[in-house]
């Protein structure tokens, strides 16, 4: 049984669409999170959300929203692509929101590509 | 400004010998740090961590060390396999931030048979 899952795992779009990524975890977890890894390698959190509730929001462009419909479910909307959006973004969860002992668990990742 | 860095973008090691694997932080309000391991395609998965009351963080073959005072964390993989190659990478987190997660650029181990 998958943990945290996304789709798809490859996305290829041009520029100026809509997409979205899908994320759910059957963990019970009540945090999940979306991270992007750009193309230096570096994995930087984007948004968290705790039993639906946005609770991180980093300077991420107001084309992207999240959308988490409940816990085990956070999905990531982009509008109006841009190149610098392709990279790899993943989902995470975890059980609490201020455990800072709790581990993240890891989705596959979904490599955006923005032609 | 990049709080956790991991200076060498790639190790390689003979299978059997010890893996070092470095990370320095910035940030002196960290006070929990992890080492997650990627395969290609694949999300990070949880390795080990240690609290920063800790110096040191033993896991079988997995050995975290902490120097708080130099700001820097290293991991141990002794002996080191050819399954352990991988992209290993350090992380951290505040206390008062919960669960934002700062990590480094990760670093490519490659163990040879």
């Known amino acids: 049984d998958t943990a945290v899952s996304q789709t798809p795992k490859y996305l290829v779009t041009q520029m100026g669409n809509d997409k979205s990524i899908k994320c759910e975890q059957n963990?019970?977890?009540?945090?999940m999170y979306w991270y992007k890894q750009d193309s230096k390698k570096f994995l930087k959190i984007m948004f968290s959300y705790n039993n639906k509730e946005l609770i991180i929001n980093e300077t991420v462009p107001n084309r992207f929203s999240p959308k988490s419909p409940d816990k085990a479910h956070l999905n990531l909307h982009i509008n109006s692509l841009e190149l610098g959006d392709s990279a790899v973004y993943f989902c995470?969860?975890?059980?609490?929101?201020?455990?800072?002992?709790?581990?993240?668990?890891f989705g596959p990742g979904t490599r955006l590509t923005v032609l | 400004d990049q709080q956790v860095k991991q200076n060498s973008p790639s190790l390689s090691v003979q299978e059997g010998r010890i893996s070092i694997l470095n990370c320095d932080y910035t940030n002196s309000m960290f006070d929990y740090f992890l080492w997650y391991k990627k395969y290609p395609a694949e999300g990070p998965t949880f390795l080990i961590s240690?609290?920063?009351?800790?110096d040191k963080n033993e896991d079988g073959r997995f050995t975290v060390f902490l120097n708080k005072s130099a700001k820097h964390l290293s991991l141990h993989i002794v002996p080191s396999q050819p399954g352990d190659s991988a992209v290993y990478f350090c992380a951290a987190k505040e206390g008062t931030s919960g669960s934002r997660l700062t990590f480094g650029e990760g670093t490519q181990l490659t163990v040879n048979p």
């Open positions: 240690i609290s920063s009351i800790k």
């Open positions: 995470a969860s975890s059980r609490r929101l201020a455990g800072v002992t709790d581990t993240q668990y």
């Open positions: 963990l019970g977890h009540d945090t």
